[in-house]
């Protein structure tokens, strides 16, 4: 079960060592695909050091995300599978105005962003089988282009699919658009969230 509110047990997924591990293993895998077991002993410390670094910025991200829409850096990845998947809405008033900041501060971030990071993630998808062409290493070029292909399709659809559920999501708080009945989200993160009195929340055309 995963916390639904403040002070409740974080899942443990969420935790550093959980994303460090997950790193690791998924780069030592596809490294030992590639490379094979040879220089499984360079493949591994190279794991470890990059596992480090994209921990600690996911989490440094978490207690940036937690400081700028007043919840706890445990919250921030709960709130985002909700807002991922279309779900139910935090009871607590102050979390569902701490959800919304979330979405804006994405929705920001993603208008901010989406002119550079698709481009650099080709790059860097594609830019490495073009060195294992070069090298001759036909086969593991090959297996390259069709996983940065599959990954980079993957990629643009959850992204689309994330920004209508975001946009679903706040609306659904806010109650704008849609024929929405929800009042809009007022006062601070520890304030209150208004809504018509006999009122149910819909869902967003498009959320799903």
Not at 6 to 12: D, K, P, T, Y
Not at 42 to 56: D, E, H, K, N, Q
Not at 87 to 110: C, N, S, W, Y
């Amino acid at each position: 079960m995963g916390s639904q509110g403040h002070g409740q047990v974080q899942r443990w997924q969420d935790r550093w060592w959980a994303v460090a591990l997950l790193v690791l293993v998924v780069w030592v895998g596809i490294r030992l695909a590639f490379d094979g077991w040879s220089g499984w002993p360079g493949i591994v410390v190279g794991g470890i050091l990059y596992a480090g670094f994209l921990t600690w910025y996911v989490m440094r991200r978490r207690r940036r995300d937690a400081r700028a829409v007043g919840t706890d850096a445990a919250r921030v990845p709960e709130l985002e599978r909700q807002i991922a998947k279309n779900g139910e809405l935090p009871e607590d008033p102050a979390e569902q105005v701490a959800m919304v900041r979330l979405i804006r501060r994405r929705e920001e971030k993603l208008r901010r962003n989406s002119w550079w990071a698709f481009p650099l993630l080709g790059l860097v998808l594609f830019g490495t089988p073009v060195l294992w062409f070069a090298a001759g290493n036909v086969a593991a070029g090959l297996w390259g282009v069709g996983f940065g292909a599959a990954f980079l399709g993957w990629m643009v659809w959850f992204n689309r699919r994330f920004v209508r559920r975001m946009a679903g999501m706040r609306q659904r708080i806010e109650g704008v658009g849609g024929g929405l009945v929800a009042g809009p989200v007022t006062g601070s993160v520890t304030g209150s969230v208004t809504r018509p009195a006999g009122g149910a929340e819909g869902v967003a055309p498009g959320a799903r």
